[in-house]
């Protein structure tokens, strides 16, 4: 898409969802449960050219959340719609919506009853997907997708739907999409204090992206980002032991990547 001279919003949508269809991940059909057994979904999408945002929380039904989050950026004066509200909105713009077995999958409900078996000692799962990018005019945008953690207590929110925690986008400086422990990105404003760093103390993507993942990491807080700044450089950072990850850009082969970490970023 981004090939063909296309915007780094409609990238990003369609990169997020392509994840939402997959299973393997935790977002859209393969999204986790909660401790009652229902299933809870957060989006969130940015355009780094003029700041306007959408995300949707706590929702099921439509297919792709991402694309409820872009219809709420798009066709409403707001910028995040939850619940129940979220739903009838989804349905008066003509958002797809599947049945809720549609997204019951026996892997999640699986883990879902170890969770529950061995919640003293289990530590919670979770996930995460987004996207981030440039195109070639130079804007940026940035979307992301989760079902949160298995096991959650219904009506948690983490940091996903939240602007400046998991999601966040600014021509000025950069886009990045965070998956980890929520509560921590959105205590710390994590995305947007990425950002920060890149506008107050002229440091580099690769710079920032690791100094504010690395503040989580010493504050208890798991997790990773993906980024691009206004020049084009990336920043992929990590304190977990793995995080899924890729990129493509021009002339180059797709990059893609789990546990290694042979370099920070790239330019």
Not at 16 to 41: C, H, I, K, W, Y
Not at 170 to 184: I, L, P, Q, W
Not at 212 to 237: F, K, T, Y
């Amino acid at each position: 898409m981004l090939a063909a001279g296309g915007s780094a919003l409609d990238a990003v949508t369609a990169a997020v969802t392509a994840l939402e269809d997959d299973p393997l991940f935790n977002a859209g059909r393969g999204s986790v449960f909660t401790r009652a057994g229902t299933q809870e979904m957060d989006a969130c999408i940015m355009d780094g050219a003029d700041r306007r945002a959408g995300a949707v929380a706590g929702i099921c039904g439509p297919r792709n959340p991402v694309q409820a989050a872009r219809a709420v950026m798009e066709k409403s004066p707001h910028v995040l719609l939850i619940g129940e509200g979220a739903l009838a909105f989804c349905r008066e713009q003509g958002v797809t919506f599947c049945e809720p077995g549609h997204f019951h999958t026996e892997v999640r409900w699986q883990e879902l009853q170890r969770a529950l078996a061995h919640a003293d000692r289990e530590p919670p799962q979770y996930g995460t997907v987004g996207a981030v990018a440039r195109d070639r005019r130079g804007d940026l945008a940035a979307a992301t997708s989760t079902g949160g953690m298995t096991g959650k207590r219904p009506g948690r929110v983490g940091d996903t739907p939240i602007i400046g925690a998991g999601t966040y986008a600014d021509n000025a400086t950069c886009a990045v999409s965070a998956t980890g422990h929520g509560e921590f990105f959105i205590r710390y404003g994590a995305a947007f204090e990425i950002a920060a760093h890149l506008r107050h103390a002229g440091e580099s993507l690769a710079e920032a992206a690791q100094a504010v993942i690395d503040q989580l990491a010493a504050a208890g807080g798991s997790g990773g980002v993906v980024a691009v700044d206004r020049r084009g450089a990336l920043a992929l950072p990590f304190n977990t032991p793995g995080m899924y990850r890729g990129f493509v850009r021009d002339k180059i082969a797709i990059h893609t990547a789990i546990y290694d970490e042979p370099y920070r970023s790239w330019c």
